[in-house]
């Protein structure tokens, strides 16, 4: 599995982004791929989640209701729609995946064993 994310850059706040994972590899049926970020220092924190079929989404409380997590299964591609961008959502993107991961777990980077390369998304004030 290969995944590869783009769409980052500069942004003001208040502006928004769409980030883009593109993935390659085996069927995902029974897949769940994630979105994480980190900042400077901090450690990597969970952002977002669907699953690959059925498509059940799920947010960290930092990003509801601001971004949005979707799918596109026929360009085997999940996206990120930025809204409302604040100084604070500045760091590093990853997309992630893993087949058959426990929904109750899709908040633990630990537990995705495939990661795109990152992505720089900087908000300025």
């Known amino acids: 599995v290969q995944l590869q994310a783009s769409g980052g850059g500069l942004v003001q706040a208040g502006g928004s982004l769409r980030l883009s994972c593109a993935a390659s590899?085996?069927?995902?049926?029974?897949?769940?791929m994630g979105w994480f970020r980190q900042a400077p220092g901090k450690e990597r924190e969970f952002v977002a989640a669907i699953r690959w079929s059925g498509g059940n989404t799920g947010y960290a409380d930092s990003v509801k209701g601001r971004f949005t997590i979707s799918k596109d299964m026929a360009k085997n591609t999940v996206w990120l729609q930025m809204n409302s961008l604040k100084p604070e959502d500045t760091a590093v993107y990853y997309c992630?995946?893993?087949?058959?991961?426990?929904?109750?777990?899709?908040?633990?980077?630990?537990?995705?064993?495939?990661w795109g390369q990152g992505t720089q998304v900087t908000v300025s004030s």
């Open positions: 590899g085996p069927s995902f049926g029974n897949y769940v």
């Open positions: 992630a995946a893993r087949a058959g991961l426990i929904w109750g777990r899709i908040r633990s980077s630990t537990e995705y064993n495939h």
